[in-house]
Each structure stands twice: as C-alpha cells, then as structure tokens.
C-alpha cells in the first residue's frame, strides 16, 4: 500500500490491535488488583523483565528461539499447502534424536559434535513429518490428523525414555542424565544466559525467506501452496512438493529441539515444549504467514511470556492467572486481526 | 408521469486504487426490461451489487419509487423489493426447488410444506414461470435452476428483479425460454434489468438500454434508437478491431487423437464414456454442449492433469506417457483452463509470478529464481493484452475476472511462442471477457492455427464455436453425439444435439 489513498486505511488497521492492548492492559490491571497488588509497579517489573535488564534480554532471546524456529516450520508449511500442527511432536523428535547421539557417544571431539547434535536434530524432526508427508502425498491423508496424533507418540516416547532408560537418577524427575559439554551451544551473552541459539534460528529465518523468494522450488513451493490445481497445470508436482514441505517444516522444528537441548536444559526433559507448536501457529497467523512476520511475531510473544511469567513473583500472580492473561492478549490479538481483515474488505 | 422504480445519481465506488463506478446514473421505469450493456470492468455489476446491497457505494443517491432510500446490505435491499440472480446461482444441490425458493423464509420453526407449496405454485401462475418443485435442484437444468433462483427472489418480494449475465450458461433454446419468461414477468408487473455485454441479447429482449463505460453511463436509449454498430462504438468507445475470420487452411497430420476415452470422477461415475476425437495440425475443432457432460474431464485429460481408465489418448499419433501435465507440456500441449479462479490462477501471488508460472521450468535454466524475469514478462503482457492492473507485482487475486482471463491468455500464448506448442486446449477461454479483449484473444487462436496448431475449443458459447470452428463436435453424457463440419453448421440442429435430442 504505497498510494495516498491508503493512510487512511493505514491507520483504520492500527485501531483494532490498539484496542486489544488496551484491553489486555485492562485484565492485567484488574487481575493484578484482584490479588492486591501494586498495579503499576507490576507493568514496570513486566517491562523490566523482559527486556530492561541484560538478564531480561537473555530469557528473551532463549525464549525467541524455539518459537521462531517452529513459527518459520508454520510458515513454510502453510506457504506450501500444508498445516503442521505436529511442531510440538517434531520438536521431540529433534530433541530425542540429538540427546540420543549425546549420551550414545559422549567422548566425540568439541568440533564435531555440536553440529552434528543439530544435524541429528534436523533429522529426527524431517522423519517425525516424513510420516504424514507420505501419507498426504500418496493417499490423500489430512496431515492435520496424523502429525496430531504423532505429537501424542513423541510426547509418551519422551516420557518413557525421561524416566526410563535415559533418566538421570539423581534427579528424580522425568529428565534425562545431562549431555556432555562437548554437544551444548557456547553462550552469546554470558552474563544474561542467552546462548548462541538465536545466531541459529536468525539464519534459519533468512534460509527459509531465501528458499520461499529466491529459488524455483520456493516459487513452487508458493504456487503449490496458493493454489494447487493451477500449480498442477503450471506442470509443477504437486505431490511431492507438498511432501518436501511438510518433511523441511519437520526439519526446523527439529532443530529448535535440539537447540533446546542443546542450548538451554543441556538435557532431554518431558517439558521440553510448553505448547510451543501452539504458539508458533498462533505467530504465523498473526505474522501473516510471512518471515519477517514470524520474526517480529515471535518476539512480542516471548517478551510476553517472560514478562506475564515474571508477574508470579514481582505482583504475586498465580500461575494459572498468568496462563488465563497470555491467552486473553491472544485472543484479543486474533480478534484484532479479524476485525482488521474485515474493516479491508 | 411516474417516477421510475430506481433511480441512481451520480453513484461512486473505489476498490482501493480502482475506480469501479465513477459518477454513474441510471433509471429503471416500471415495467420495463432494462438491458445494462458494458465491458468488463465498466461497472455494471458493481452497480447494481450497490442497488443489492452487496457494496457500498462511496458516494450517490438511490431512490425507490421517487422516495430516497439508503441500501446498507441485502436485507434492505429485499425489504425495499430488489432482487438479483447472480451468474453463479446460489441454489442448495440438494434441496428441493421448493426448499430453496423458501429457504430463509420459511416462517416459524415447523415447515408447512402444504401452505408454502400452495404459494409457491399461486407464485409460478401469477408469473408465468412453471418448474418441478420436488426435484433436487442439482437435478435440474441450468436453465430451470435459473428459474428457481428468480422465483426465490420473487418469493422474497422482489419487484425489481436484477439478471447478470443470465445467458452465459444456457442453450439457444434456453436463452429462447427465458426471454418468453421474462416477458411475462414483465406483464405480472415486474421491472428486469439484463446485465450483458451481448449485443444480440439487448436487441432481442429489452425495450431500453443503458451502455456504461468505465464506471460511467454513456447513454440510455430506446430499442428502436439503437442499432449494434452504435451500441459496440458506446460501449468500447471507439471503432473494433478487424474481426478473426476463418479461413479453411491445410490440414496436417493428426495431432491429437482420442479413442474410447473413459475418464471416472471421484465417486466412479463416468464423466467421459467412450470419447472419440480427432484433431489435425493447422485445424480447429469446437467441442459444443451444455456445461456438465464431461468438458472439464476432456479438457484435463488432454492437458494430462487426470488420466483415462480406458482408451487412449495419442499426440502426434503416439500413445501419451502417464507423466502428467509436466510431460504433456514438454510434448507441445498447452492448455487456456475454464474455472479460472480455480485452475488458473495463484490469486495470492503477483501478477509476475501468475504469468511466469508453466513457464518458469524452462525461464530458469539453475535453482536460482530471479523475480526479475517474471516482472518483464509481466510488463510485456500487460502491455500486449492491455490488463487493467497496478503493475507486475500486484497481486493477482485483486484483478477482475476479464483481467485474470487476459492473464492466463497471456501466460498460454507466451509460452505457445517460447516452445515448439502443437496443441492448445482452450475451455470457456473468453468467458466474462469484454468485446475488445476477446476479439485479440480469438485473434490469437487464429494466428496459432494458421502457423499449423491444432486447437481444441471447448465453449458454451456456441457463436463463438461457429465462428471460429472449422468442425464442431458435441459433447453429450461424456461422449461424441454429433458432429457438423463448416459448410453444414446450423444452430438450432447442434442445440438439439446438445440436450440429447435425436438429429440427423
């Protein structure tokens, strides 16, 4: 929108999300009174924990990690005609695979064995999507069902090998024993704990623009994605590359797993994703299946989950009022979005 | 004197940047029908989508019966007795006739069916417009289902009754029907307005015309004032360009060859049954018949995007390899496809990207896209077939449906000229477009056959298969019933041939 005749709209646009701020700014205020708390000292310790302090800016960034490595697994996914809900499962997988080599061979070189850690992350999440990738391609199957239902087997697979085989027995919890320091991320901002992690996810978020805009299997990828039976007149197999999607959104997700693990917990543990193929979906709609979009998408999200998290102690929010607020700002942030794309019609 | 029954003054409408009506005025008297002539994109649809309470207009006055009304959406519009019948019908397949001209007005939870039986048929008496009320309408004809979508907005009250484009789907004999219908409509009391851009049709069937032209009326006249050449130089605003004219060229060696084609849908009902067809290099062959007796199953078995269960398909006398659109199109076939939005179009990319696509696998020799080259062909194309956009990366989804059209001719023509192209499959391929647009595009058809193509035109418009086609076959129940050769084409005989009819 570049005409003159747009600004108007432009600013038409800004109103419903002004709105759903307000809104969210209201609950926040009521909960927060609710429980007899200080009202504007909780917004500042919201602010201050996200990103005022070096350590804010750390949980952040970890936090941006995950959540913009399986948003961009969304977005490639949608762009090619394909709705992975099974993100939490891949990133299972890629954390399973990648704990996996860890502790199988603990004694590999500091050089070799990060990266093939990742590698094995990236692996483990493509073959978790190979799955439903192969039964949409070859039988017509909604992937929607079975990458749901593979998120359920990585789910009980990682419980199993948390307090089975893999368990580390001084812990006492469904986690595994730690890999070695050889496999885990070197830290980017040592004294706020943020590992090198986001370098990874920033890569991945130019990769995936770079494949979607500046290869021909991006282009075909787009034109699968937006509509299929004209691609399929355009020559382009279909089929296959609604697989290829499918297995390099698995990919990514994959790959947060490992990152994950190797990054942050330095081990496998069971609640590894606290919903974040939720999340992610939420930011590629919200993002508007784009990369930039995913980019910034993921770090409102995470400065709002570190913040809202940081209400538990700073205003003495329970927990649970802390979920019900990150998913009212959700709501009233999808809400503004709809409103948004019918004020545009 | 009456006021009229509508009046609209000075009606504006902007789709963002687009100016779809720009000041337009129209009047529709009591008791008239009122043909609204235009191109594509001139704005009569727009219009009266406005008058429907579809759009909002930005600026202009509505009056019914003299008094000032304001339309704000399709209930208004019903209360203030307006009803339009859209080019594609919004009929429930498997409800009854009956069902779907109550639907919506069904009055209460229980549905008495006796009492809304008894109306309905005092309705189709009054009106003069009988049709079997217990059949499910997917059963029907176009033709009766079009009737259904009238009597459902009579039901609703409609005194003024709205027809887009009502002929594009029907046989001679239907459009015959309906213009007797319309004329007892008429006399029930009932005021019509007739969206087309076919000038036959207002000169047939209307007592006045409005033309308008980009968004504007051009002028309102009397049948008796006008006459086609007047009407064309309103509508385009200038003289036309020469007309294609056939002229039997040589015929080569068969290029495409179809025997016993039976091609299944989805649910194993035959759409194509024993199909036989033959076209030869440098001819063209017109596939006529009613919409739903197997077009799209030879259309896309040609193309190679659906295969045959039985008998074969053979290009330049070699049975077709199973490999799909891909494969087909490295043989030379390309393909004009009929349901646009649906097979033609990638609406939410660039119109560059729309027109590179097909030809992308041969514009790229490495993996590496280059947006660049899509741009300039794009700039080529809007260029050479005048597409109304903003430029090449506009996206494609907001182009008018004349303007997609144009877009796929463009992309099939630019890649006939890029490749050695022996066959193009064209279905409904100037459907919706304007005079002007499809005169180039019939042009184009031409030019490709006199360089020795074979074309295969599949269209439910049989003019245009009458004057382009060197033989025209026809298409019954999925397979080959009849078929005239140039010197013997007569209307009303492949009209028979097309509802099945016995004809020698």
Known sequence: MTTGAA?????????????AAALAAGLLAALVAAVGGDVLGALGALVRASFGTLGGVGQTLNKVVPLLLGSLAVVLGMRGGVFNIGVDGQ??????????????????????????????????????????????ARYAVSEIFVTVMLNFIALFGVEYLSTGPWNDPMAGEAITRPIARAYQLPLLLPQGGAHAGILLAVLAAVVVWALLYRTVLGYEIRATGD???????????????????????????????????TGFHHRLILGLSPGYGV??????????????????????????????????????????????????????????????????? | MNPPVVRMQGMCKRFGPVVALDGADFELAAGEIHGLLGENGAGKTTLMNVLAGLYRADAGIVEVDGRRVTVREPRDAVRLGI???????????????????????????WLRRDRLRAEVEALMERVGLPVPLDRPVRELPVGVQQKVEILKALYRGARVLVLDEPTTLLTPQEVD?????????VASGISVVFITHKLHEVLRACDRVTVMRRGRRVVTARRAEVDPIRLVEWMVGSALPPAAVREPGQLGEPVLELEGVRVLDGRGVAVLDGCNLLVRAGELVGVAGVSGNGQQALAAVVAGSAHPHAGQVRLAGLPCARGGV??????????VPEDRLREGILPRMTVAENVLLGRHRWHFRSLRYDPEVGRRLAREAIEEFRIHCLGPDAPAGQLSGGNLQKLIASRVFGASRERDARLLVAHNPTRGLDVTATEFLHGQLVEFCRRGGAVLLISEDL?????????????????VVAEFSRDGFDRYAIGRAMTGGVDA
């Not at chain 1, 061979?105 to 990266?115: D, I």
């Not at chain 1, 590629?284 to 570190?306: D, N, Q």
């Open chain 2, 463 to 479: 003019d245009e298969l009458l004057k382009l086609s060197d033989r025209i076959v026809v298409l019954y129940r999925g397979r």
């Open chain 1, 279 to 345: 999340m992610s979906i939420l930011i590629a709609v919200l993002g508007r299946r784009t990369v930039p979009g995913a980019v910034v998408g993921s770090v409102l999200f995470a400065v709002l989950v570190v913040g809202s998290d940081s209400l538990q102690r700073s205003a003495g929010l329970p927990a649970s009022a802390v979920f019900v607020l990150q998913a009212a700002i959700l709501l009233f942030l999808l809400a503004a979005e709809g409103i948004r794309a019918r004020r545009r019609a």
């Open chain 2, 326 to 335: 891909a494969e087909r199109m490295r043989a030379g076939v390309l393909a």
């Open chain 1, 227 to 261: 509509n299929p039976s004209a691609a399929r007149l355009g020559g382009i197999p279909v089929e296959g590359t609604t697989a290829l999607v499918l297995v390099l959104s698995g990919a990514l997700a994959g790959l947060a797993g490992a990152v994950e693990v």
């Open chain 1, 91 to 136: 990133i299972y997988a890629g954390a399973v695979t990648a704990t996996g080599l860890a502790l199988a061979a603990p004694g590999l070189p500091g050089a070799v064995a990060l990266p093939v850690a990742l590698v094995a992350g990236l692996a483990g999440g493509a073959a978790w999507a190979a799955l439903p990738a192969l039964l949409r």
């Open chain 1, 7 to 19: 600004h108007g709209g432009r600013w038409q646009s800004v109103w419903p999300y002004a709105g």
């Open chain 2, 83 to 109: 009803g339009m019948v859209h080019q594609h019908f919004e009929l429930v397949g498997q409800l009854t006739a009956l069902e779907n001209v109550v639907l919506g007005r069904e009055g209460g939870a």
């Open chain 2, 177 to 185: 029907a309906l213009f007797v219908s319309l004329r007892s409509l």
